[in-house]
């Protein structure tokens, strides 16, 4: 039987350093053929000409510079870009890449799926099936820089990544935290520590554990100004109730003071967006250095919210600004391609039979 290649996106420096050293080979050979993959873009050992001969026909032959397949590529007019990545038979994922004047950003997938169940959320419908591995996250950044590269005039770089496409990233931690490393590391994509966010609807254990292993900005997924509302959005709020997952997060960005926490809050018309509920947060958010993020409602099929009108979180926007909290309206984009936020459904061969749980209890609750 043949042994299966080792894909080298699955390590970051450090693990590309012990896969070296296990081979008998110098540790700079890690930031040689990283700067090959990640900088150059480059998929055959043939092509790395700084390294010997013979070390090229080992890594043919041991290892491997695999990354999605490209299933479909959509444009928005505004122009957003979406790719659908084929990650195994039954599993895709999206990624989605958002332009403006002065960045670009990636909006990266950490889970095919999520489990979660944000009652908000498209991709919460799918359901779960797995984590997505190191090789698998970083591998959207490679595919959509090539992509990018191969369309005519096209000059658009990735400045910025935020892990907000499939999935909650804190529960695949290990993999995201690497797949973080390979953004940021020098010999990569150099990123800095601010252009590089997760966003996480409150995983409290991984959170503070996070702390421990990265500095990437963090983004939390609020949505509620108290438990009882943020129940019924985020059903992990049961699990991690609001109190803690501050706690945590003012922990998180704890001993640099230059650092602010970006809150995430999506505007559903009727249910979050009364000024009543501005001045909760408003209350809450005292003594956290935050920005907020309001997040106009994306309706996908099936969803049972509407988004708040524009005077609505207008007004919701000036009671948190009076109050001193920094406030921006997220511009919703690629909405024609579902691109926008909430809205990536990928393919994904649940796991966890949601649908069939759902029609399940429909049907159990209709009869
Ligand atoms: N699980 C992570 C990251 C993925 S979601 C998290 O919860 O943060 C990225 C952002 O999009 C989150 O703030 C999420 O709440 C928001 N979002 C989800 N569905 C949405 C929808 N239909 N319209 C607008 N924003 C949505």
Known sequence: MTQEKINLLNFDRAGLEAFF???GEKRFRATQVMKWIYQFGVDNFEEMSNLGKSLREKLAEQAAINVPEIVTEQ???????????????GNCVETVFIPE???????VSSQIGCALECSFCSTAQQGFNRNLTTAEIIGQLVVANRAMQVRPRDDRKISNVVMMGMGEPLLNFDNVVRAMNIMMEDNAYGLS??????STAGVVPALLRLKEVSDVSLALSLHAPNDEL??????LNRKYPI??????CKHYISGDNRRRITVEYVMLAGINDSPAHARELVKLLRGLP?????????????SQYRCSDMATIDRFRDILMQAGIVTVTRKTRGDDIDAACGQLA????????????????????QA
Request: proline share 5%; hydrophobic share 35%.
């Open 193 to 198: 520590k601010r252009r590089v966010t997760l």
């Open 101 to 107: 004047a002065d960045r670009g950003t990636l909006c």
């Open 21 to 23: 050293a296990e081979l």
């Open 230 to 235: 943020r129940n019924e959005l985020v059903p």
């Open 346 to 365: 990928g393919k994904v061969a649940d796991r966890t039979r949601r649908q069939q749980r759902k029609a399940d209890f429909i049907g159990g609750r």
């Open 243 to 248: 109190r803690e997952v501050l706690e945590a």
């Open 290 to 302: 935050a920005k907020m993020n309001l997040i106009p409602f994306n309706p996908f099929p099936n």
């Open 75 to 89: 444009h928005s007019a505004d122009g957003t870009s979406k790719w659908l990545l084929r990650l195994d038979s």
